[in-house]
């Protein structure tokens, strides 16, 4: 079949061959429509691919970060808070040993170690008509989602102001922040000299298999009036309750139509009444123990 040019290709094509003739290198130029198909080498002819070291390190990163599929669903802030928290290691007589991811501190293979005992507050606030303030988690949190737990659950971080032992005002200075944090109580409702540190306790409870707890707790009360602003992120309900209404909301527990954290419920059966008796005494200081760390 002849090959057809227009005038301009055919003259170009003249141009190339007649300059090609007086070159001592023979070459024939054509417009890039006419380019040559690219030259194909035999595969042992190939040099080795060779990738960086720091490639493989941002590519292996990249990898366990997106491609972490157990993980893969959880919740974008609640992710955050797991890596860029670090809690305060402890051992068994709360003498700060290290710091360690909150994502670590709760995986319950981690926790089996024996080295994630971590220190943790548990906040009691009542108002003045000696209700307690509870809250249920929300849907998002990693451990404990959904469970009905005492007024704030959280942990003092390995920073200098939460480290504080004198007092124990590093960890008041974490139940301050987390009060915010959580239920939107600014600072100047709950002052840090107010948080009455009654006891301390030591537990270990598993959450769905992937994830438990293993703290050494202080348990916190204080009496205020405050404005409650929940985060949605941490929080799914809030209510204060009477002594009865808490009873109820045990014995829902007990059928299986709620759930309460496992820490909530050992302070319930081991301190909360008799405390709550002191609490409308206005008697607090008379059962402070902070000396005693109880093992449960």
């Known amino acids: 079949m002849p090959l057809l040019l227009n005038t301009s290709s055919a003259l170009l094509l003249s141009r190339s061959l007649a300059s090609s003739w007086s070159s001592p290198t023979p070459r024939l130029c054509l417009p890039s429509y006419f380019a040559l198909p690219p030259r194909r080498f035999p595969h042992s002819s190939l ?17 366990i970060t997106m491609g972490d599929a157990p993980d893969a669903g959880m919740d974008a802030v609640q992710r955050r808070l797991m890596f860029e928290d670090e809690c305060i290691l402890v051992d068994e007589s709360d003498n700060v040993v290290g710091h360690e991811s909150k994502y670590n501190c709760h995986l319950w293979e981690k926790i089996l170690t024996g080295k994630m005992l971590h220190r943790a507050f548990s906040v009691f606030l009542f108002n003045t008509k000696y209700e307690l303030l509870l809250q249920q988690r929300s ?11 005492n007024t704030c659950c959280s942990h003092p971080l390995y920073r200098e102001s939460e480290l504080i032992a004198e007092n124990h005002l590093g960890v008041r200075n974490a139940a301050q922040r987390k009060l915010l944090d959580e239920l939107g109580i600014p600072a100047e409702d709950v002052p840090v000299d107010q948080f009455t540190p009654l006891g301390r306790m030591l537990y270990k409870a598993p959450s769905d298999g992937k994830w438990g707890e293993h703290e050494l707790d202080y348990l916190l009360f204080i009496v205020r009036d405050v404005n409650v602003h929940p985060n949605p992120d941490e929080v799914a309900d809030a209510k204060y309750v009477n002594r009865n209404q808490l009873k109820e909301l045990l014995q829902k527990a007990d059928a299986g139509e709620v759930k309460l954290s496992p820490w909530f419920r050992l302070v319930v059966e081991n301190f909360l009444f008799k405390w709550w008796d002191h609490v409308e005494k206005g008697t607090l200081k008379e059962v402070i123990d902070v000396e005693t760390i109880h093992k449960l």
């Open 47 to 63: 040099p080795p691919l060779r990738v960086s070291p720091s490639f493989r390190t941002r590519a292996s990163a990249a990898t």
């Open 139 to 149: 849907a998002t949190k990693v451990t404990f989602p959904l469970v009905w737990t």
